[in-house]
């Protein structure tokens, strides 16, 4: 067996390569988050009109193409951009406070409930009714005719500000060959199956 010394030195060992690591991830995100936002900032200067610049970033047609056309959205729609349009909180004994989201993208609109993981935009001020905001992951349901998304991941775009509703969307009509699709599968961002609903 080997000495209890050497053993302290190689957990040190492994937790600081682990530390190291951990670092090194958190600060891979942190550069990629201020790469979006500088090119979001650089491409609002560019247009110099807030609102159309928050027009020409939210991605049209996303909705449409998540629930009757998942298979286009790898190519097209990587990570699609949304105007909040409504905010609402509930709460549950199992899960605490949650939000649900109406997002549009100019064409549709769509419910959505936020996990609680990311309550803190909303708690910082950051998330409000009007945001722009960048879906980076999410997961798409058909629950008793109803359409929802479940909103893992997304980033406010704050540099666009907040404004009144862009467009006119309406809600999404489902085509009845996804519909039944969606009832047993949960689709993820990518537009792959990701696992069966319980």
């Known amino acids: 067996m080997p000495p209890r010394h050497f053993l302290g030195q190689r957990a040190r060992k492994v937790d600081r390569e682990q530390r190291e690591q951990r670092e090194q991830r958190e600060q891979r995100e942190q550069d990629l988050r201020r790469m979006m936002e500088e090119e979001d900032e650089e491409y609002l200067n560019m247009i110099g009109n807030p609102q159309s610049a928050a027009r020409e970033m939210i991605t049209q047609g996303v909705l449409n193409a998540i629930f009757n056309h998942s298979d286009q959205l790898d190519k097209d729609f990587p ?7 409504q905010m609402k909180s509930f709460s549950s004994e199992q899960v605490g406070e949650r939000w649900r989201l109406v997002l549009s993208d100019i064409e549709h609109f769509v419910q959505c409930i936020l996990v609680s993981q990311q309550n803190h935009l909303v708690l910082e001020g950051k998330l409000k009714v009007g945001s722009i905001v960048r879906v980076r992951s999410y997961t798409a349901h058909h629950i008793k005719d109803r359409i929802i998304l479940i909103l893992l991941d997304l980033v406010v775009i704050e540099s666009l500000g907040e404004h009144a509703k862009i467009g006119h969307p309406v809600s999404l009509p489902l085509v009845l060959s996804q519909k ?7 689709i993820d961002r990518r537009g792959d199956a990701a696992e069966r609903l319980q």
Do not use: F, K, S
Request: hydrophobic share 20%.
């Open 79 to 85: 990570e699609p951009v949304y105007q909040c349009l």
């Open 180 to 186: 039944e699709y969606l009832r047993d599968q949960r």
